[in-house]
């Protein structure tokens, strides 16, 4: 019998970001090994156009809950929506479910947050750093709570080359820029952004790290745990390999490439590649979650959910892989074959921006504006190119993290435990792993059908046929110029004529 899920078996447990990339994974697992539990109360915002309950339903008929519908047939009972926002005062959470949540939470699972690395610093303030504040201050009514698991970046301290297993202080105390925001405008956070986050290198990894120190500042008699992860990367081996749904981080990346957008990219090949599936985040996250709660460690325990120094991979590896699996499983309506670079050559990377990424780009809007068509491009391969540059940072550095927090906690999981709930990554093949990410890119978050991969082929040797055609093209007018200007040319050109006549 597995203690961990027997432990989430009658409990109420509370998620915020439930509907995110992880929070989905969080609860897909919980009601899969524990599906005796209480309720799970998720705080949702409307969206889109769409309820609380279409979003529910939205989450519990897609894929990912295909075996938590067979397990835990009354699935829609026990995840219970509660309409909240995160920006606003109490989370704009009704009385008498804010009652209902102060007397019956056992655990809480605190994945919400702005992950948007350019958001504002206003914005990724009151999300990541004043709603964790705002939720422990909720937290410290719940009578029944056993244990709070705050999920927060591995990356919060990336100013930092090797990081522990503590929380380090920033240099501005986060109570004083919560406090500094309500009176300041828009301009002057503006101003002081760059000089709050000093070596930090977006307010996201910096509103992390804040929300961190309000953690350790606010827990009080709290039982509290926090959780790093490294860059989540589609699931490994559960419930399926290779689930993934939004573009962030390596995702947009292997989309840009598969298509042919991405030809050339500014990062170190020998650098770490901490990725990190997002099925060993969340088994390590439950493991915390029973161990928060039954253990009751002395102080707050962080956990690095990290790979590099466990089982370590490269740029390099990861992009060779995810090449090589381009040529078995190609998406369809790419722009070009696929085929892209690293190099860490500043000249180059703006030499193959001019002429790899821009100008085909160009050609290619001149071409839809001949044909009667609206040019989109530049624009797209500009957005490209800006993500790029945000992402830059995180490839061409290698970060240490220790885990001694995690391997301790391994080794406290009992054999059974530690195969339900593995977040052990030295099991993890990098090559089969990245295999099913790219199939996992084109199944579920491009939603391309397998059935379409011989048309795909074809579109690909469409694409080199124009490709040499292009060149030979190209070669030709060239050379015509270089003989009607070189005698050298005409006589190379001439010698070549003889060699073959
Ligand atoms: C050789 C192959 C190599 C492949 C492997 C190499 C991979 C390297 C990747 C390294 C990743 C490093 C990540 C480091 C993560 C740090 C860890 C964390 O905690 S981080 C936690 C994780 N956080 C993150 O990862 C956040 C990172 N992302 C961001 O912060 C922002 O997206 C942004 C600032 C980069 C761009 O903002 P902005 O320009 O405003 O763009 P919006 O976002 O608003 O999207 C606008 C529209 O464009 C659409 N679309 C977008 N991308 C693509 C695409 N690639 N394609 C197609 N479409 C794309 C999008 O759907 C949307 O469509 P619609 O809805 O309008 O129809
Ligand atoms: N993905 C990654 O690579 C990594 C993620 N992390 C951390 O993991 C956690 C989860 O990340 P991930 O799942 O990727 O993020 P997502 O962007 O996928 O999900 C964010 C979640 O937060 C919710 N949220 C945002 N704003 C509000 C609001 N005002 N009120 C209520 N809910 C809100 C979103 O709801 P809605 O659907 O309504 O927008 C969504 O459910 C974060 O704390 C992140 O820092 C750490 C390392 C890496």
């Not at 998720?42 to 397990?71: C, D, M, Y």
């Not at 690395?117 to 303030?125: G, Q, T």
């Not at 298509?259 to 500014?266: M, Q």
């Amino acid at each position: 019998m597995s203690m961990i899920a027997a432990f989430y078996g009658g409990k109420s447990i509370l998620i915020t970001g439930a509907t995110g990339f992880l929070g989905k994974v969080l609860i897909e697992k919980l009601c899969r090994t524990s599906p005796d539990l209480k309720v799970i109360y998720i705080l949702v915002r409307p969206k889109a156009g769409h309820t609380l309950q279409q979003r529910v339903s939205q989450i519990i008929n897609s894929k990912l809950f295909e075996k938590v519908r067979e397990v835990c047939p009354n699935v829609h009972e026990k995840i219970r929506a509660i309409s909240a926002d995160l920006n606003q005062n109490d989370f704009a959470i009704s009385k008498e479910d804010m009652q209902e949540l102060l007397s019956c939470t056992n655990i809480i699972f605190h994945c919400a947050a702005t992950v948007r690395f350019d958001d504002h610093l206003r914005h990724a303030v009151q999300l990541n750093v004043t709603a964790t504040q705002q939720l422990l201050f909720m937290a410290s009514q719940m009578p029944k709570l056993e244990a709070f698991i705050h999920i927060s970046t591995a990356f919060s301290n990336c100013n930092l080359k090797h990081i522990d297993e503590v929380i380090y202080p920033c240099s501005v105390e986060p109570k004083k820029i919560i406090d500094s925001m309500e009176w300041w405008d828009d301009a002057i956070v503006d101003e002081i952004a760059p000089k709050l986050m000093g070596d930090w290198p977006n307010t996201y990894t910096y509103t992390k790290a804040l929300g961190e120190m309000v953690v350790q500042q606010e827990s009080g008699n709290l039982n509290i745990a926090i959780i790093r992860p490294s860059i989540v990367g589609a699931t490994w081996q559960e419930p399926f390999p290779g689930w993934v749904d939004n573009l962030n981080g390596p995702n947009g990346m292997i989309v840009a490439a598969g298509r042919g957008f991405l030809r050339a990219i500014r990062a170190s090949p020998l650098a770490v590649a901490d990725l990190i599936p997002v099925d060993t985040v969340i088994n390590l996250t439950l493991a915390v979650g029973w161990y928060t709660a039954v253990h009751r460690p002395k102080s707050t325990l962080i956990y690095h959910c990290t790979s590099g120094n466990l089982n370590p991979c490269n740029w390099g590896k990861m992009g060779c892989q995810v090449l090589s699996t381009f040529e078995k499983i190609p998406f369809e309506k790419a722009f070009r074959r696929p085929h892209a670079d690293f190099t860490a050559n500043t000249i180059t990377v703006h030499y193959r921006n001019a002429v790899s990424h821009r100008a085909p780009a160009m050609i290619y809007d001149i071409y839809l504006w001949l044909t009667g068509r609206k040019p989109r491009m530049t624009k797209l391969m500009n957005r490209l190119l800006r993500t790029i540059s945000m992402l830059e940072y995180f490839i061409n550095r290698s970060w240490e993290w220790s885990t001694y927090n995690t391997e301790m906690l391994m080794s406290e999981l009992s054999p059974e435990d530690q195969r339900i709930f593995n977040f052990d990554v030295r099991q993890l093949n990098w090559l089969e792993y990245i295999e099913n990410y790219v199939l996992g890119v084109k199944k579920y978050l491009l939603k391309e059908d397998m059935a379409g991969i011989p048309e795909a082929k074809q579109h690909l040797r469409r694409l080199q046929n124009i490709y040499y055609l292009f060149n030979t093209v190209f070669f030709l007018i060239a050379w015509r110029l270089l003989i009607a200007r070189s005698q050298i040319a005409r006589n190379v050109w001439f010698f070549i004529r003889c060699i073959f006549a």
